[in-house]
């Protein structure tokens, strides 16, 4: 309540300010109410009473032997509903000066439905070939030039990296190319450990998550590639006994749009290591333990995952992703326990068509969204075998209204 008190506030002082005749600053609120009906098949593992989908639940036997997740799931939302504030200011540093507020009511945890949340917070800086943005936005593996246009509010997660994260980035521009160079914390998205999910790994390895990116961006086409490393120090201690062992990972992505006559195409490719935090499948495990000590060595495990989102139209418009990631496992054994995400899915594939009609600033809209995960057997590297498909079946309608 508190939150939702201050955010007003802070709306009823902007509009001061846009009011003020002599004010140097322009303020431009948006946003959009919007409500999701959900009918799923079977139980799913997501967050927000169902509203994030990731992938069908595994097998849950009875008594008698029967799957208990069979059963199905319906829900009515309305915790996507979002307000942003776009504020540009008096110039400084010789840029162009602006900031962005953005909120919405989905809530930090489970039992924070209906709360309200930070999604975006920054000001930027531009000059005349270079971009400085500090604040909280999207990880740049987000990338918001070629993203998934699904009607489900998980935009193609699991196979597509999302995360929210502070940063400092630099882009510098040069005719169609530019360069983008990020250092980033946690708070929202979050790798996993011994504690649970916290930022407090990346935070005690006292080095930012690293990220170079390269975009070759025209009028109708973008392509990019990029590369990420994080660092992680799991513990700080164990039985007394200071340790500094750390986990290390990298990823690597590649994308393209391509903007043709009749329709628009994305795809995009990432092979990484340890992306827990991006809500994407894999972690990382204990590899080893000093007897002396008790001191643990990691390893991460990796995975791959490729999409492609097709759309046309404009007033009446549709469009379908497809989307499939696979677990790789780690290049050596683990002997211990697992921190991450789906140490037992072997791959996970996802097909949703969709079809939207807008009518001025009304949007209505319904996905039919079909994911299946492989769940079997992990082996020592946190390979899966012995696999057996389990799919569930997701129909979504939802109602915008843009302002």
Known sequence: MKRLFAFFILIFTALLWAESADSEYMVQFSGFIKTDIILDSRQTVSAREGHFLLYPAGELPDTNGLDINTGSNLNILAIQTRLKVTITGPDAFGAKMGGLIEAEFFGQSNSDVNGLRLRHAFLKLNWVSTELLVGQFWHPMFVTDVFPGTVSFNTGAIFQPFSRNPQIRLAQTTGNLKLIVAALSQRDFTSTGPEGASSVYLRNAAIPNLHGQLQLKSKKRVFGISGDWKRLRPMLSFNNYETRKYVNSSSVMGYARLNLSAFTLKMEGVLGQN??????????????????????????TSVMSVWTDIACGNKLAGGCFIGYTKNLGAN????????????????????????????????????????????????????????????????????????
């Open 275 to 300: 992306m827990t935090d991006h809500l994407m499948l894999g972690g990382y495990g204990i590899q080893s333990q000093d007897s002396s000590t008790g001191e643990m060595s990691y390893i991460p």
């Open 332 to 403: 050596d054994d683990k002997n211990g326990e697992f921190y991450g995400r789906g140490s037992n899915i072997d791959m996970i594939f996802r097909i949703s068509p969709r079809v939207m009609w807008n009518s001025g600033n009304t949007r209505l809209s319904t996905e039919l969204e079909y994911t299946a995960a492989a769940y079997g057997t992990p082996d020592n590297q946190g390979k899966v075998t012995d696999t057996s498909l389990i799919a569930n079946t997701r129909l979504l309608v939802a109602i915008y209204y843009f302002f």
